[in-house]
Nanobody
Framework: QVQLVESGGGLVQPGGSLTLSCTASGSVGSIKAMGWSRQAPGNQRDLVAS???????KYADSIKGRFTLSRNVANNTLSLHMNNLEPEDTAVYYCYAALITGIYNRYSEIWGQGTLVTVSS
């Protein structure tokens, strides 16, 4: 089993910065990708950014150039560095991990509890 613990949400003014962190524990060897999604009130959950185990990253168009992923392999932590935040970035941000487990290479996803980011003056 893998557990994810998120931290770093809060209130920030437009144009400000915030960093979210997600630490994985447990069977971390089964993690093939990690990333962040977000869900604003009344909206669906959308992918923000992800990184494969080999290091390939993917970013949503809406945050390109403003958000950056960094990964600390030693302590199994994925961070999302958010700069130049806009009110439209207000959402609950969820960390997730994509897992491949077992002899049949079963795919599954694990999600964190979510952390609220509010961008407002």
């Amino acid at each position: 089993q893998v557990q994810l613990v998120e931290s770093g949400g809060g209130l920030v003014q437009p144009g400000g910065s915030l960093t979210l962190s997600c630490t994985a524990s447990g069977s971390v060897g089964s993690i093939k990708a990690m990333g962040w999604s977000r869900q604003a009130p009344g909206n669906q959950r959308d992918l923000v950014a992800s990184i494969m185990s080999g290091g390939i990253t993917k970013y949503a168009d809406s945050i390109k150039g403003r958000f950056t992923l960094s990964r600390n392999v030693a302590n199994n932590t994925l961070s999302l560095h958010m700069n130049n935040l806009e009110p439209e970035d207000t959402a609950v941000y969820y960390c997730y991990a994509a897992l491949i487990t077992g002899i049949y290479n079963r795919y599954s996803e694990i999600w964190g509890q979510g952390t609220l980011v509010t961008v407002s003056s």
